[in-house]
């Protein structure tokens, strides 16, 4: 079964911490993608990547092909980080394989 | 529109009625998706429409979920006879064409509650 494994489930940090999320997946992929859910649902496409590394403001994705593995990571964390983070890939597909989500919580 | 649309925003149900779902998707976005989503847990594909043909239904859980797309744009989601397992966020998203490689833009999702 190609499965999104996402680590860690939880993660609390203090506002101005370097965060890092972390995403590994079994097969090739055409495209992974990282995703922010804040409570009430709404779900917001932040990444979409297939190689390499990709920056917006604060937000750093990369992927290694080879390892089959994605991180996020957030500079300078904020209060207003805090969501769920969730990776989903296209295992070659349209649709979209989802992990379980990391639940950020930053405290000021 | 802005964005996808989903409504109800909220719905409740006692166990056997039917429910509907509506996905109003991006202007000129022929890929439409719908996702389950469970508590605490991520989304999980259920349907996905190109134009008004339904390519997958490969996720959808049992016959009483039926989606439809007739006219390539608003989609529905029916549920009948609805279970409590049934209690989930139901989300849309839609994108443009050769989806696997494009961002999807998705709805606030409807938070169905099956009593």
């Known amino acids: 079964k190609n499965e999104v494994e996402q680590s860690p489930q939880n993660l609390t940090a203090q506002e101005g911490e370097f965060i890092t999320i972390n995403c590994s997946y079994s097969v090739g992929i055409s495209a992974l993608h990282w995703l922010q859910q804040h409570p009430g649902g709404g779900i917001v496409s932040l990444f979409m990547?297939?190689?390499g590394k990709k920056k917006h403001g604060r937000l750093i994705a990369t992927i290694n092909i080879q390892e089959k593995h994605s991180s996020l990571h957030i500079t300078a964390s904020h209060p207003r980080d805090s969501a769920v983070y969730i990776c989903?890939?296209?295992?070659?597909?349209?649709?979209?394989?989802f992990g379980t989500g990391t639940r950020l919580q930053v405290f000021p | 529109g802005a964005g996808v649309s989903q409504s109800p925003r909220y719905k409740v149900a006692k166990r056997g009625q039917d429910v509907a779902l509506r996905c109003d998707p991006i202007?000129?976005?022929?890929?439409l998706f719908w996702y389950q989503q469970a508590l605490g847990q991520g989304p999980e594909f259920l349907t996905y429409?190109?134009?008004?043909?339904?390519?997958?239904k490969s996720g959808l859980p049992s016959d009483r979920f039926f989606a439809e797309r007739p006219e390539g744009s608003v989609s529905t989601l029916k549920i009948q006879r609805t279970q409590q397992e049934d209690s989930a966020v139901y989300l849309c998203?839609?994108?443009?064409?050769?989806?696997?490689?494009?961002?999807?833009?998705f709805g606030d999702g409807t938070r169905l509650s099956i009593l």
């Open positions: 989903a890939v296209n295992y070659n597909t349209d649709k979209l394989i």
């Open positions: 202007s000129g976005h022929v890929s």
């Open positions: 998203a839609s994108s443009g064409p050769r989806a696997r490689n494009q961002p999807q833009h």
């Open positions: 429409f190109q134009n008004e043909a339904q390519l997958d």
């Open positions: 990547l297939s190689s």
